[in-house]
């Protein structure tokens, strides 16, 4: 069987590499008599690359190749790759991708246009790497109404996060020391303010839950205001702080958002340190299972990459059923509308505020950091939503609020 | 599509209840007009239950009915469930059992029958509980070759294990409230000697590594042994004490075994507690992935037997390829042969013995714990096989070692 890469860059060259490193296997489980990749198409030259002899500038020359029947769309973002990825569908050919900005964006187009041309559109390593996510929620929980979602989705942040928990490094600093790394972009506004994990909770949440679910309703907090104030009063909770992306079923609709949020130590999701993602179901029947490993990596995202390519080459002729509905208005409800408990901290008149606070929420926990400045305080609230949250922490006179972080149970 | 149900059990009865409670997503995942529960073979009389009309004590009712393409065998054990599960396979019906003592001893031989009667056997549910382990091994990880696998398998043990770690009860307390809570049976054997585990580890290897491994031929260690001395030793190492069923690649051979393990507190297996599981599996694209979820309990296993009747559902007509090779003599290497590092204490003259020690393993890591007598002490050795570090100990004069426990790298 014939497979086409469009992008040659970490993820692509992985596809390119895992195909023909483990290509006994690859083809085993293909059920085909042999897996080959026929085209690389990058704009870019590589000369002495393996696959130079590959490499095909013209688009038109895999559309139009009807020995390829499965695609690998591996370029990022949205143009040209919707394009594409449409023509590829609408041409009769599968189409796999790790492109989690055109899942989120436009799944429920493609799934769609899959449908309608009775072949398979895959994208298991659209969210978290190399972990299976994707199909074993689709197939191995299927006998489960999921009722939440939750996960660490973004390597990038869990690294800065880890540093400052572990090694009391300032945000700053560990961000820094991410770039170094190469964990994070020059440019890291993707991952730090959240829009990585919200292309991802978008694409979990749809499958779900059953609807197409677009980022922009997503309500989406980073971690730049997190400091080492906060990590420490977190400690003091018995917990961490960590950047997550969740969803959950509430009535007909559903509530879906990332925040930073306290974790407390004996949830599995507290373990999950440096650039190690998990993701967290919840189903009616199975209780709570997660699913751990490198969120990102060439060869991981390359790894589920292929899993998918074998599995649209099994199911060559017989389409498999799999995907989500539409969008539809009014889905995801307004976070304010969402029970939380937060944890606060402030500064102002430390005993009289706190005293203030606990008339005004009823009961509140108290946290202690050693050398705080005299000033300052910190509590949990109890669970209410967060609109009455606000309002009550307002009534509190002459309070300045530095932190405020929602409190999870997973 | 119509279903039977062998063994009315905990496990059966929450497969009649999951097909029951999600029946509209069942039958739409399935791909069918109906899924239907038509029979339940149980000797025992059920008077008053909901699903009293549908128990039924003759075998051959089910086997004769043409109706039934899917078969459920939660009777557990390997009489009559091997003879009654053969008989099933070679009538053309699709099998899904829970039965973890049956695969591991007649695996090879029930997938065979499978094969040759094209029809479908699955068992998500034998390892991991609700876990999806099985179904994302096989396909999710498919473009890797598995180097190797290893887990938390029995719930029971991690219970114990866990009460020892964070309440400091002793081994035979923390055995009492397993029983007294229900995670525990009267007669522990089976849990706490590792056999379960064991069985667990077999299904894991066979399906990673191919070829069929009998539970004869793993080296099985429980967790009688361990003492609150050695989960403060493990503390003050910077790590727990986990019964874990392992199993590695070398060479064309593998080694498997179930044992006690000292885990480091990084490693995600080290936060798995209470009665959950997790299966780790490192593969040769995507790292490290985990698996964590409740690994017992009635609805967390039928809610993976139920997606394995889905699944045959799926592929009433086209049988999916799946299993693993016939077993071969000399598989298992001897766990002698394995490279280890042990952690050991013992009795004698301290000063003296550590010396001695240091002299014979050339390195040692020597690890304290408060209050510890004055004639005891403890110590980490290098890496080596298992039968070099046995000899070693040997030589070490005039010392009396009490425990000696593996410690792993995951």
């Known amino acids: 069987m014939e497979i086409a890469i469009m992008g040659y860059g970490v993820v692509g060259s992985g596809v390119a590499n895992v195909i023909s490193l483990n290509n006994k296997k690859v083809t085993d489980k293909s ?10 198409l ?32 591996t370029m990022g973002g949205q143009k040209p790759a919707f394009e594409f990825v449409s023509s590829c569908l609408k041409a009769g050919k599968s189409v796999v991708t790790s492109n989690k900005e055109l899942v989120a964006a436009k799944g429920d187009v493609l799934l769609k246009l899959a449908k309608e041309n009775n072949v398979n559109f895959m994208f298991e390593a659209s969210v978290g790497g190399g972990i299976p996510v994707i199909r074993p929620i689709d197939q191995c929980l299927a006998a489960n109404e999921i009722d939440e979602v939750a996960g660490i989705l973004n390597g990038t942040t869990n690294f800065i996060l880890t540093m400052m928990i572990f090694n009391s490094m300032s945000f700053e600093d560990a961000l820094k020391l991410a770039q170094d790394n190469g964990y994070a972009e020059k440019d890291p506004t993707a991952d730090i303010e959240g829009h990585d994990a919200c292309r991802k909770i978008c694409i979990l949440a749809s499958l779900c839950f059953g609807k197409h679910v677009f980022p922009e309703s997503v309500y989406t907090e980073g971690i730049t205001k997190i400091t080492l104030e906060d990590v420490e009063y977190a400690r003091s909770w018995g917990g961490v702080i960590k950047l997550l992306g969740r969803a959950k079923r509430v009535g007909d609709k ?3 958002m990332v925040s930073p949020a306290l974790v407390a130590n004996t949830s599995i999701l507290s373990g999950v340190n440096d650039v190690f993602n998990t993701v967290l179901v919840r189903g009616n029947a199975v209780g709570d299972v997660a699913f751990y490993g490198r969120g990102a990596g060439k060869m991981a995202t390359a790894s589920a990459v292929v899993a998918d390519v074998i599995d649209c080459a099994r199911h060559i002729e017989t389409r498999k059923p799999f995907g989500w509905g539409d969008a539809v208005d009014n889905y995801v409800v307004n976070h304010k509308d969402v029970e939380t408990a937060y944890y606060v901290r402030a500064t102002g008149d430390k005993i009289f505020a706190l005293k203030n606070a606990e008339e005004v929420f009823g009961n509140i926990s108290i946290l202690t950091r050693e050398n705080a400045p005299e000033d300052e305080f910190a509590f949990v609230t109890p669970v209410a939503k967060e609109a009455e949250l606000d309002e009550k922490l307002d009534k509190i006179s002459n309070i300045n609020v530095v932190s405020k972080i929602r409190v999870v149970n997973y």
């Open 31 to 40: 059920l085909q008599e042999s897996m080959n990749v026929k085209y690389i």
């Open 42 to 73: 990058d704009l870019r030259d590589f000369p002495g690359d393996e696959n130079e002899d590959k490499i095909i500038k013209d688009f038109n020359t895999i559309l139009n190749d009807e020995e390829v029947k499965i695609v690998v769309e």
């Open 254 to 256: 559903i509530s879906a």
